[in-house]
């Protein structure tokens, strides 16, 4: 067994849970630093000549199922943004229209002043 390779997979290993942490903190600007340095350390891991070690394959196996969480993580961190995004645009526009019905039962809009004014008598 290679310790270069064991070494290289453990600090993979060491970075994705790194970006799990921060995937779970919504500390997207801590996230984009991790990918360079997670993206390095892959090229590192990749560069060495293959080996056959059964505790190198596990390692190999776990850093597929951890990648493979944290890319699950971000596509639930991205569509609760965007639900989040999609309710700030709602609520955004709720506070400056308001509608009713007529009687006839025709939707009519009410606009609302985008602020209010003091009046003193």
């Known amino acids: 067994m290679s310790g270069r390779h064991m070494r290289a997979a453990r600090r993979v290993l060491r970075l994705l849970d790194d970006e799990r942490k921060a995937l779970l ?18 090229d590192t891991l990749e560069s060495l000549p293959p ?48 509608s009713t019905y007529t009687g006839t039962g025709l939707r009519r809009d009410l606009r609302t002043p985008s602020g209010t004014r003091d009046r003193r008598a």
Request: charged share 35%; hydrophobic share 45%; glycine share 4%.
């Open 51 to 98: 080996i056959d070690d059964s505790r190198l394959t596990a390692e190999l196996d776990r850093i597929r199922r951890e990648a493979a969480r944290n890319q699950s993580l971000a596509e639930a961190s991205r569509r609760g943004v965007a639900a989040a995004a999609r309710l700030r645009r709602d609520f955004e526009a709720a506070r400056s229209m308001l």
């Open 25 to 42: 903190q919504a500390d997207f600007g801590h996230i984009e630093r991790l990918a360079t340095k997670l993206q390095a350390a892959c």
